[in-house]
């Protein structure tokens, strides 16, 4: 009996080596799965912070291309804008014709305040020649230094991004 129970501990001490073998190579899988899945994370993270930056930039891109659009369409009504405004000036025998090319003007006037375009101020304030465009200067005492005395043309913004320079005259 002894015999047996000296081969059963042989062999129960034959097979602890071998359970760790297997228990061993477990564990290295396991730590070969946990790091491929750690891989596999930071590429999922990556790839979806660059998603997100790639949506906000198209996003931005989107938002530039109807500002400039917008800005171009306006760009090109604006001198229609100003053939009402110097219609108006004109002396009329019709008080009815003069209130339609009003009322018209009015209309347009009313399209443009509902995009965001707003006149430039001019006359009488200081020149600014991110603003302005002056296209002569005179030397007048009655105006202080680079103060707009007339509005050859007026100009425009739209959303506060200068869409035409206002042309003017400045003093001294």
Do not use: W
């Not at 760790?20 to 899988?29: D, F, I, N, S």
């Not at 930071?42 to 938002?63: C, G, H, I, V, W």
């Not at 009003?102 to 304030?125: R, T, W």
């Amino acid at each position: 009996m002894d015999k047996e129970k000296m081969n059963q501990t042989e062999e129960q001490q034959n097979e602890v080596p071998a359970e760790k073998t297997e228990l061993e190579t477990l564990r290295e899988e396991l730590e070969t799965l946990q790091k491929a899945k750690d891989e596999l994370y930071d590429k999922y993270l990556r790839t979806l912070a660059e998603y997100d930056n790639y949506r906000k930039r198209s996003q931005r891109e989107k938002d530039a291309i109807y500002g400039d659009a917008t800005g171009e369409a306006v760009k090109k009504l604006l001198p229609v804008l100003d053939s009402f405004e110097r219609a108006l000036n004109y002396e009329c025998k019709d008080e009815e014709f003069k209130k339609g090319i009003a009322l018209i003007q009015n209309s347009l006037v009313e399209v443009f305040d509902n995009l965001g375009v707003k006149e430039i101020p001019a006359m009488d304030a200081q020149f600014d020649p991110n603003l302005h465009e002056a296209v002569m200067h005179i030397d007048n005492p009655a105006y202080g230094e680079n103060i707009v005395t007339d509005v050859y043309r007026k100009g425009y913004t739209l959303n506060d991004k200068v869409i035409r320079h206002s042309m003017v005259i400045v003093a001294n």
